[in-house]
């Protein structure tokens, strides 16, 4: 499959609008007239300036599901693996009725009264049934604090559902500060899987953070003791 080709001439298809870019990559075999480093490197460079989101499908066992999923997380898409023993068609046909329609496109939230780099969005894209969600830590509990989503401010109706400012805060509510960490390392594992250049420092930063607030990811293990031994040898 000339996947390189495949690729370089979809992006030339788009325009410079605002409009949402989204591509959808389809194949069931290995790519026949480049290697995946130079695929990627190609793809990331001509992407660059026009920001398509790209929706990857291996179809089968055989196809080589990481490396569409790297092009895939990189661009703010999802990967599926579709295996040939299941209706591809109505797979197919069930995710682009979901994802063919973005509401809301490569925008960032932040509080107006945050800490800078303290704001995390779930994503960048809404799609339709789909919800986004944001955490930040402010740094005036005096002042209330307001989500700005965009320029625009297309999500000007959106609820701080938690507030850990009120006095009154539900202690049985969740932890804060281990929902930022879950969101942060989601999102620095996606980036471990395409950003080749930085991986090891991607990883030191994910072991940092998953040690420091008790997380288990591919990188670290917990261990659990327990108490009767532990007692016993003491």
């Not at 402010?138 to 400012?165: F, G, H, M, Y």
Request: proline fraction near 3%; aromatic fraction near 10%; hydrophobic fraction near 30%.
């Amino acid at each position: 499959t000339p996947m390189l080709e495949a690729l370089m001439k979809s992006l030339s298809k788009f325009d410079e609008s605002s409009r949402p870019k989204l591509l959808f990559f389809l194949t069931d075999g290995e790519p026949t007239d480049a290697q995946w480093p130079e695929i990627h490197k190609r793809f990331e460079k001509k992407n660059k300036d026009i920001k398509s989101i790209v929706f990857s499908f291996a179809i089968g066992s055989g196809a080589p599901y990481e490396e569409f999923e790297k092009i895939s997380l990189q661009t703010g898409g999802v990967a599926r693996q579709l295996f040939t023993d299941s209706d591809t068609a109505e797979q197919l046909t069930g995710f682009y009725s979901e994802m063919a329609i973005p509401i809301v496109h490569n925008f960032q939230c932040a509080y107006t009264n945050t800490k800078k780099g303290k704001s995390l969005c779930s994503d960048s894209t809404l799609f339709r049934g789909h919800e986004l969600f944001s955490i930040g830590e402010i740094i005036n509990c005096r002042t209330k604090p307001e989500l700005k989503i965009d320029e625009n401010n297309v999500l000007a109706e959106s609820e701080i559902l938690v507030n850990e400012c009120r006095k009154t805060s539900d202690k049985n509510g969740p932890n804060l500060e281990r929902v930022f960490t879950y969101m942060k390392l989601q999102q620095l594992l996606d980036e471990y899987k395409y950003n080749k250049k930085d991986q090891e420092s991607i990883k030191q930063k994910i072991i940092s953070l998953s040690v420091k607030h008790n997380f288990v990811t591919e990188f670290t293990t917990m261990i659990v003791v327990d108490e009767d031994q532990e007692d016993t040898n003491r």
